[in-house]
């Protein structure tokens, strides 16, 4: 085995070398559901610490993924769906208006909260990225208070930017990601024309969805962050289907960022900055998804000390 070059870089550096100046956007406990919704929305993130304003304890994270996992537990079976789909879906919306976050953190149970500081190796954010762990708090060491998050795409961005085509970095840079063994499988598909809230059912278990047309054929994205946009006024949408849904709000996700096995890493990180994704499917000839590719893979892979 050689030595990974991503590693020594990670391990050398630290978290306040990808921090970057902004205001950190908190949600009150007592904040409902559907205000975070639309305030993840507006200021275009995926995540916010959630605090008690009574004792400025910090209860942990919100995001996306745990939304959809609460809209989930008082959504409505497929089958109750075909039976009575809109008076179902006004339920959700009601328990989603009325829900306070206190009650939300966390839901998913795949955001844990674990702060770290500014003088954390990039290996230590790395190695609990790798985990799973999408977006982690940065705190005062005295206060622990909030005062920056650092995502998973910092990571990816600080190592695109010594070029993975240059030095010692080809090394690892000029793999292609088949030969290291990533975007080989995982892939959750889903029929493009299935109704919004059948496919946030099969994101309880992955992070995104492949959509599929007639043919198999990849024909866009579903995911957790694809709902930002919603709040009780719009909840029967989850009704339409993800093509009608999707042009309306996420007109991106129809577009889905694509590799194949002989795509070198340096490749699948720039495409991933540059095009802003979390993750890229992997199609073969026949533009059908076998596998998919994630932050958390890359991730992964910078921080092992070998390849």
Not at 87 to 100: P, S, V
Not at 216 to 239: H, I, R, V
């Amino acid at each position: 085995m050689q030595q990974n070059p991503t590693y020594d870089i990670l391990h050398h550096a630290k978290v306040s070398d990808v921090i970057t100046p902004k205001a950190v956007i908190t949600l009150d406990s007592e904040d409902t559901v559907e205000k975070a919704v639309k305030v993840l929305a507006q200021n275009h993130i995926q995540s916010a610490p959630v605090v008690n304003s009574k004792t400025n304890e910090v209860l942990g994270m919100v995001d996306m993924l745990d939304i959809v996992a609460f809209i989930l537990s008082v959504a409505p079976s497929g089958h109750q769906l075909s039976a009575n789909a809109l008076k179902t879906m006004e339920i959700a919306g009601r328990a989603m208006a009325l829900e306070t976050l206190k009650n939300v953190v966390d839901f998913s149970g795949r955001d844990p909260y674990v702060p770290i500081t500014t003088n954390s190796p990039l290996t230590y954010a790395a190695t609990l990225f790798r985990q799973g762990i999408h977006r982690l708090p940065v705190v005062d060491e005295h206060t622990k208070a909030v005062q920056h998050i650092v995502s998973q795409s910092a990571l990816i961005r600080f190592i695109h930017e010594k070029d993975l085509h240059r030095g010692h970095l080809k090394e690892i840079g000029h793999k292609t990601i088949g030969q290291l063994g990533l975007g080989t499988g995982g892939v959750v598909s889903s029929p493009l024309h299935d109704s919004v809230v059948l496919h946030a059912l099969r994101t309880g278990d992955v992070s995104a969805v492949a959509l599929v047309n007639d043919t198999g054929k990849l024909a866009g994205n579903f995911s957790a962050t694809d709902l930002k946009g919603l709040y009780d006024e719009t909840m029967p949408k989850l009704l339409d289907t993800a093509e009608d849904y999707l042009e309306k709000f996420s007109p991106s996700s129809l577009k889905p960022a694509c590799v194949r096995l002989d795509t070198t890493v340096a490749d699948a990180v720039k495409a991933m900055v540059e095009d802003h994704v979390h993750r890229l499917w992997v199609i073969d000839d026949d533009f059908k998804p076998t596998g998919v590719i994630t932050m958390t893979d890359l991730n992964g892979l910078f921080v092992n000390k070998a390849l």
